[in-house]
């Protein structure tokens, strides 16, 4: 039997990407709304009560107001918005955050979808505090470079107007008072005792994303080399589909560059580790529109209903 979804936000970038990759399954069918009444609560209400899982592709207030209508408790939510990613009564939707978490999300009926920078972050970060490598009171510095697909509609309009400013030919650096909306669940998922210093740069172009991790050697745990972390990470994301930790000095193959692009349209992540016996870094690849939102919602959909874990994903 068909499983039925209803997407409130479809006309949102994650709410498309979620929508046309249900058009090509047979597995799913899709509650649409009227788009004369898509605002209506009552008409929404009854929509989502009906349905066997609701994706939330909204602003946090929205997505608060939205869940707050559900009162069929065997509706399952997957929220793509901020507003419950730290929920104590929420599921984080990273199944390869560690051993347990795929059985947690296969049983949750409310998963929060982690943020797109905060998935490279955390995909990083967590397993070396997990494992001791990190301390968790380490000074955190981090930075990344995205499309202008994940600053939504107004900035994708902005960006892609015949006639636009001209300080959106070049990186951008914002989110300066250090408030970034992904911080709470960066410090929070990892285990962090303090806020990452994080500085993001939107670019001019449409998805993808690099977010990057360095490190100092002698402020780890046990001697660390750039290939003593690559084995560390490469043991931790083990027979993973969705987490790939990529051959020590790969890099190479792009004579040592790592675009943002690289990996748009694709549905997984790829983390490089270089550096030097001093300073290490940490580089995540993936798509802001992919592991960093619809695909990820989609794989947590996947474990949710027990079939093929990347059906219909690209990997």
Known sequence: ????????????????????????????????????????????????????????????????????????????????????????????GIPELNAGQREKIRNAKRIAVPGCYATGFISMCNPLVAGGIMPADYPVVTYAVS?????????????????????????????????????????????????????????????????CLPLYSKMLSGNQTPESIHTYLSDYYKDQQFIRVMPFGKEADTNGFLSGNSRSGWDGLDIYVTGNEDRIQITACFDNLGKGASGAAIQCMNIVLGCEEAKGLNL
Not at 12 to 22: A, D, S, V
Not at 28 to 44: C, G, H, N, T, Y
């Open 1 to 92: 039997m068909k499983k039925k979804v209803f997407i409130d936000g479809s006309s949102g970038t994650t709410g498309l990407r979620i929508f046309e990759r249900f058009r090509v399954r047979d597995d799913v069918e899709l509650i649409e709304i009227d788009e004369a009444v898509r605002k209506d609560p009552q008409v929404k209400k009854k929509l989502m009560n009906e349905a066997d899982i609701v994706f939330l592709c909204l602003p946090d207030d929205a997505a608060r107001e939205s869940v707050a209508l559900i009162d069929n408790e065997n509706v399952i939510v997957l929220d793509t918005s901020t507003a419950h990613r730290t929920s104590p009564d929420w599921t984080y």
């Open 147 to 211: 499309g202008y697909s994940g600053a939504g509609k107004k900035a994708i309009a902005q960006y892609e107007a015949a006639e636009r400013e001209t300080e959106l030919d070049a990186p951008r650096v914002y989110a300066l008072t250090q408030q970034h909306k992904h911080l709470n669940e960066m410090q929070k998922i990892t285990g962090l005792e303090n806020k990452p210093i994080f500085t993001p740069m939107v670019c001019d172009y449409y998805s993808g994303m690099v977010v």
